[in-house]
């Protein structure tokens, strides 16, 4: 069992009313503090045993032990203390604490975003202020991405609608097409309408270049121009019924993989498909109302922060 060395009597508390005691206290605190840095129990309970102290916690529940000299919360080193360790060692010891601290923040980051995902949203054309209110309801943390260096701090992707031709332009001046290559190998990305294009393993209509992490072939404007956009209402494998569609220019999934799950169609052709980590949908979720698709994509990529595999 490990005692809780944070109440010794009050001995750390660093309240001395006397130099014999402070020097006492200081000698004890050391001691204390270099067994519970070596994580040594015995030798705890052995300073504890000499200096006749009571060590708390002995007849309750065991206790995993807390390092006081690294712990940010841990007793304060006081000037008894600093005097018989010295300016180097005082350093250390705050460098020690400093260390402790940023790592507990990490880890505070980690289990906050287990839950609220960093979600990034290319922010090039398209409605990316949208699709950030879409993640935001469904409790993840939206980011707007126009930077390949901000890429590393994200746990998944959007790719938004637009011009696909135009953002590829973008893309291809920046070296942003690479790092999104490199991005998607290991982290779940959703293409919608143009962002859908951008994922296909083969574009036509005419073809141009794309990242092929989806094993589909999408055709560009299949359904017509702009005067040729609708609002459908279609059957869907999402739990909740019928969902909303937004086409807007929409490009149409010509063909799909086995590997590829189809969720929803329009005239028998795939419009919202899935293929491991991968989403894409040739409508735009996030101009309706109805949170189901950015529900799911949040999902997947929550369940990959809880998995931590990085192959689909």
């Given amino acids: 069992m490990y005692p809780n060395t944070y109440v010794v009597n009050g001995i750390l508390s660093g309240q001395c009313n006397s130099a014999v005691t402070r ?3 200081c000698a004890l605190r050391i001691e204390l503090l270099l067994a519970a840095y070596f ?41 008894d203390f600093l005097a018989l360790c010295g300016d180097r060692n ?24 287990g839950k609220h995902p960093r979600i990034g949203v290319l922010a090039i054309q398209g409605d990316y202020s949208a699709h950030a209110a879409a993640l935001s309801e469904t409790g993840a943390e939206p980011c707007e991405i126009r930077k390949p260096d901000q890429l590393s701090s994200l ?11 135009t953002m590829l332009k973008f893309l291809e001046k920046r070296g942003f097409f690479e790092a999104l290559e490199e991005f998607s190998k290991s982290n779940p990305v959703f ?22 992490i989806l094993d589909a072939v999408v055709e560009r404007n299949a359904y017509g121009r702009q005067i040729d956009s609708t609002i459908l209402t279609a059957e ?8 909303e569609m937004v086409f807007i220019r929409a490009p149409r999934i010509a063909s799909t993989g086995a590997g590829v799950r189809i969720l929803a169609r329009r005239d028998g052709d795939p419009v919202l498909v899935r293929q491991g980590s991968v989403m894409a949908a040739t409508f735009h979720p996030e101009l309706s109302t109805d949170r189901r698709v950015h529900r799911l994509f949040v999902q997947i990529v929550m ?10």
């Fill in 303 to 312: 369940g990959k922060i809880e998995t931590g595999k990085q192959d689909r």
């Fill in 191 to 212: 293409g919608t309408c143009a962002g859908a294009i951008l994922l296909a393993r083969e574009v036509r209509n005419p073809a141009q270049r794309s990242l092929g």
């Fill in 23 to 25: 020097t006492r206290s």
């Fill in 90 to 113: 005082r350093r250390f010891v705050e460098r020690l604490r400093a260390e402790e601290g940023a790592a507990r923040q990490d880890e505070a980051r980690r289990l906050h975003r």
């Fill in 236 to 243: 869907t494998e999402l739990p909740g019924g019928p969902l």
């Fill in 155 to 165: 746990d998944g992707l959007i790719l938004p609608g637009g011009e696909s031709t």
């Fill in 39 to 79: 994580a040594d129990e015995s030798r705890i309970e052995l300073f504890a045993q000499r200096w006749n102290i009571q060590l708390a916690g002995k007849d309750k529940k065991p206790q995993p032990l807390r390092n006081p000299l690294i712990d940010p919360d841990g007793p304060e080193l006081g000037d």
